[in-house]
T-cell receptor, first 114, second 115 residues
Framework: KQEVTQIPAALSVPEGENLVLNCSFT??????LQWFRQDPGKGLTSLLL?????REQTSGRLNASLDKSSGRSTLYIAASQPGDSATYLC?????????????FGKGTKLSVKP | GAVVSQHPSRVICKSGTSVKIECRSL??????MFWYRQFPKKSLMLMAT?????????EQGVEKDKFLINHASLTLSTLTVTSAHPEDSSFYIC???????????FGQGTRLTVV
């Protein structure tokens, strides 16, 4: 059974710091991995999607890596800003599944202090 | 990117009443939509898959008679929580796959509180 774990559960950093969020999954048979951002009481915003054949994806100050064989992904946020404060979710799409089969981690709650 | 609109964003209802949540794909057609639930400090969990023109499929442990799903058109799926109880209080969110079926577009979510 696929399980997704995110560490740490919460993180507080001063503005301007670079930071790394971690995601691990137990079954490497995945189609892709996505990082989402969730603001309090709001929906999900897709940040980055990494296909199983890819090693990383970049968008602005965000960089996500994927090591499928070891079951790990990281989300790197450069020069953090208070506006980055949110919960970051990692989700994997098991191989052969449709988007409804996304398996989510519990998220990392990030707080960036001015 | 594609837009999924979910309404309402927040609802408070009394025990025993029913609540309907709507999920619309605004600029694309979705023959399938997904409904998730998220309890506090827990992961998002898939509840059911809504299929346009046919019955929804429910995940194990989800009561189909309590969570009624209707997908009457290619752009609208509704989730009705019937005879709501306080334990149904949760964050409900829908998603629709993109045309490549490997992307998901999520609604804004609905915070349901049953008092």
């Amino acid at each position: 059974k696929q399980e997704v774990t995110q560490i740490p559960a919460a993180l507080s950093v001063p503005e301007g710091e670079n930071l790394v969020l971690n995601c691990s999954f137990t079954d490497s048979a995945i189609y892709n991995l996505q990082w989402f951002r969730q603001d309090p009481g709001k929906g999900l915003t897709s940040l980055l999607l990494i296909q199983s054949s890819q090693r990383e994806q970049t968008s602005g100050r965000l960089n996500a890596s994927l090591d499928k064989s070891s079951g790990r992904s990281t989300l790197y946020i450069a020069a953090s800003q208070p506006g980055d404060s949110a919960t970051y979710l990692c989700a994997v799409l098991p191989y052969g599944g449709s988007q409804g089969n996304l398996i989510f981690g519990k998220g990392t709650k990030l707080s960036v202090k001015p | 990117g594609a837009v999924v609109s979910q309404h309402p964003s927040r609802v408070i209802c009394k025990s025993g009443t029913s609540v309907k949540i709507e999920c619309r794909s605004l600029d694309f057609q979705a023959t399938t939509m997904f409904w998730y639930r998220q309890f506090p400090k827990k992961s998002l969990m898939l509840m059911a898959t809504s299929n346009e023109g046919s019955k929804a499929t429910y995940e194990q442990g989800v009561e189909k008679d309590k969570f009624l799903i209707n997908h009457a058109s290619l752009t609208l799926s509704t989730l009705t929580v019937t005879s709501a109880h306080p334990e149904d209080s949760s964050f409900y969110i829908c998603s629709a796959p993109g045309h490549r079926n490997t992307e998901a577009f999520f609604g804004q979510g609905t915070r349901l509180t049953v008092v």
